[in-house]
């Protein structure tokens, strides 16, 4: 059976305009602008409604792993919906959730042995920040002191828009406005070698931004629930590639000081770094792993919340019930399309191909890494980003700021036009292919925006 839209591309965006309200977008511009209206897709490639086809440079914003109208999830998602397609978790059970609970506990890192589902990664990060800290109250009271109420997390972090994940978010842009409204974490700062908050100079740094954060766990161990960080990746904050040794630096940090750690691997889970979880490449077992995104394959909303026995044990002895649920917790077309996803995954080895596939993009963008208007190009597993720089000293985007976002926006608008659809974040281009791209369609992706952007620095005023 197949849908035909009822409506033209004028009259989809007239309505748009009149009634709805985007993510992300200011509105003002977005009632003047032209955006993609989405008729279908296949594989890495969208169709929007002028029948215009543009490959999927974001993987539709992190979540699609393994391309549109896959066979296999279209299939598990039916087969699903002829049974059932939702009804409550809250005092029953099903066998997706089942599966699928089993399925995440044999990949995940050891040591991790419960799953508590929600349906977006901000929820699970809620979810996390809620059972660490009802597991550090139970800690405190047994010590007769009183509950910690603090996490420590990294400036330009992002963890998703719900309050307690913006209390743990640093991105100005997004969560300064929301300030008065939110518990701040404590921070200490990102490790982006680019713009390395010591001043250092790679290499010969031995890392001393992780002995800054250490340092900072140790200053306020008494007021810490748990540090709460996206390992290898600050997606959002930037694309921001963390140096080698890092996270593991981190995590030992915490765990000396008796502090809980916890891995926010909404974005890099499922393989998107090169392993299927980013804490493996440091050999990290976090005390909760927080997972969404990618996990439907891009397909439905479902989230994650892994634990440890010792977690779980604590919050069953004290309080006992855990007071938090959602509507639509563990769907069962979710969980099933989940399932489908998982096993694609790991039947089509898909892990393997990214090297090849990374490689292809780092060759196509090679000439790039000379351009004087490009910098800190920059890999892992399947993300590739680099920043934008002014063309000249005494150019119109000499200080940066919203000229030079315009830009960026600019160029997006162009690589669109020539069959590409990216998002820029801020002064940061980048690519993050579903993991089922060919080799052939990174290098096409790749080209787009390298072409686009030179054409765009040599004719910047
Ligand atoms: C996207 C993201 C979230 C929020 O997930 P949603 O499903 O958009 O609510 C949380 N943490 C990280 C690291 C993310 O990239």
Redesign the pocket.
């Known amino acids: 059976m197949s849908h035909h839209p009822s409506m033209t591309r004028a009259e989809i965006l007239r309505s748009d305009r009149e009634n709805l309200w985007h993510p992300f977008a200011d509105m003002a511009r977005w009632e003047r602008e032209d955006p993609p209206v989405i008729g279908s897709g296949e594989g890495v490639w969208l169709t929007d409604m002028n029948g215009h086809r543009m490959l999927d440079g974001t993987a539709s914003?992190?979540?699609n792993l393994l391309g549109h109208r896959r066979p296999e999830l279209d299939r598990a998602l039916l087969d699903q919906a002829g049974l059932i397609a939702h009804s409550t978790f809250l005092g029953a059970t099903h066998e997706g959730a089942v599966l699928l609970g089993e399925k995440l506990l044999s990949l995940a890192p050891p040591g991790l042995s419960r799953v508590f589902y929600s349906?977006?990664?901000?929820?699970?990060?809620e979810i996390a920040m809620k059972l660490a800290f009802l597991a550090a109250k139970h800690r405190a009271k047994k010590r007769g002191q009183s509950p910690p109420s603090r996490f420590l997390s990294l400036e330009r972090?992002?963890?998703?828009?719900?309050l307690g994940?913006v209390g743990a978010g640093a991105i100005e842009r997004f969560h300064a406005v929301f300030g008065p409204l939110v518990r701040p974490s404590i921070t200490a700062p990102a490790p982006d070698c680019a713009h390395c908050p010591l001043g250092l100079v790679r290499p010969g740094c031995d890392l001393a931004c992780a002995d800054v954060a250490v340092d900072r766990i140790r200053a306020h161990r008494d007021e810490l629930v748990a540090v709460l960080v996206?390992p290898l990746l600050?997606?959002?904050g930037g694309m921001i590639v963390w140096p080698k040794g890092y996270l593991a630096r981190l995590a030992q940090g915490a765990r000396s000081e008796g502090i809980l750690f916890v891995a926010?691997?909404?974005?890099?889970g499922f393989g998107r770094t090169g392993t299927l979880f980013a804490c493996e490449q440091e050999g990290v077992i976090p005390d909760l792993l927080?997972v969404?995104?990618a996990l439907t394959g891009g397909y439905l909303?479902l989230?994650a919340t892994l634990c440890t026995e010792r977690i779980y044990r604590a919050v069953r002895e004290d309080p006992g019930t855990f007071y938090h649920g959602h509507s639509y917790t563990a769907n069962p077309l979710a969980c099933r399309v989940a399932l489908a996803t998982l096993e694609v995954l790991e039947r089509e080895k898909l892990l393997a191909s990214i090297p090849e596939k990374r490689a292809r993009i780092e060759r196509e963008w090679g000439p790039l890494s000379r351009h004087p208007g490009v910098r800190n190009i920059r890999t892992l597993g399947l993300v590739a980003a680099f920043d934008l720089r002014p063309p000249s000293p005494g150019s119109a985007f000499a200080n940066g700021g919203a000229a030079l976002l315009e830009w960026t926006r600019r160029i997006g608008e162009r690589t669109r036009e020539r069959g590409l659809l990216i998002r820029p974040l801020g002064p940061t281009l980048y690519l993050i292919p579903a993991l089922s791209a060919t080799v052939e369609e990174c290098g096409i992706m790749a080209r787009i925006l390298r072409e686009t952007v030179e054409s765009a620095l040599s004719t910047s005023p």
Do not use: I
């Open positions: 914003l992190w979540v349906d977006n990664g901000s929820t699970a990060v972090g992002y963890h998703g828009d719900t994940a996206e600050q997606a959002a926010d691997e909404v974005a890099t927080v969404g995104k909303p989230a």
